[in-house]
């Protein structure tokens, strides 16, 4: 079964706008890491994120972690037509695992 | 860094032949994973090795599907017969021990078609 749930599945803006997608889990985690698709590529590692953090900033993202509610969002500010891919989070375990859990990914359309 | 390399990119294939794809991933990585992904079932782990050794083969669908690594830098995902339904967008992904072992590194992936 998939670990992490994105929300919404997909998502179109204006370019200039912030695009905000949420990942929801259901066990503990060691971390949580987001990724982008583009179209017939493999996943890129966009950040990560660690259990004991609750935000981190990389350029124009900004990722927050809430381990209470086991849920995690990912905002991109200022969009462009070139963040237009699918994103992805995965959810790595405890211990000496290093297998992570994807989710089944947002579809992000950014209109020029 | 050349990156995860995967070879073929793309494979059309009769039902029944066997399959073998390939993957050369990041030197000095220690971790190697094998993913597939479809529209209906999304991104699905097969096996993952660390230092050569196959850790986790539980999401290998069946019989039909194993994989291998002989040394660290080449690993075979092979698929005897092949069937329709393993069509698909397979996937190779490296990463390394230390503080960043969760990070992983995907090839450019093999699409698959089974007719």
């Known amino acids: 079964s998939q670990q992490g749930e994105e929300d919404p599945q997909a998502l179109s803006i204006q370019e200039g706008e912030n695009a905000t997608m949420n990942c929801s889990y259901k066990?503990?985690?060691?971390?949580l890491q987001w990724y982008r698709q583009n179209s017939g590529r493999g996943l890129v590692h966009l950040i990560l994120?660690?259990?004991?953090?609750r935000e981190k900033h990389s350029g124009r993202l900004r990722v927050t972690l809430d381990t209470s509610k086991k849920s995690s969002s990912l905002l991109i500010t200022a969009s462009r037509a070139a963040d237009t891919a699918s994103y992805f989070c995965?959810?790595?375990?405890?211990?000496?695992?290093?297998?992570?859990?994807f989710g089944k990914g947002i579809t992000l359309s950014v209109r020029p | 860094d050349a990156g995860v390399i995967q070879s073929p990119r793309h494979e059309v294939t009769e039902m029944g032949q066997e399959v073998t794809l390939r993957c050369k991933p990041i030197?000095?990585?220690?971790?190697l994973f094998w993913y597939r992904q479809t529209m209906m079932r999304g991104l699905e782990l097969l096996i993952y090795f660390n230092n050569n050794v196959p850790i986790d083969d539980s999401g290998m669908p069946e019989d039909r599907f194993s994989a291998k690594m002989p040394n660290a830098s080449f690993s075979t995902l092979k698929i005897q017969p092949s069937e329709p339904r393993d069509s698909a967008v397979y996937f190779c992904?490296?990463?390394?021990?230390?503080?960043?072992?969760?990070?992983?590194?995907f090839g450019a992936g093999t699409r698959l078609s089974v007719l």
């Open positions: 030197s000095g990585h220690d971790y």
């Open positions: 066990t503990s985690i060691n971390n």
């Open positions: 994120i660690r259990s004991n953090e």
């Open positions: 992904a490296s990463g390394r021990q230390g503080l960043a072992k969760n990070i992983q590194y």
């Open positions: 995965a959810t790595g375990g405890s211990g000496a695992n290093s297998k992570l859990t």
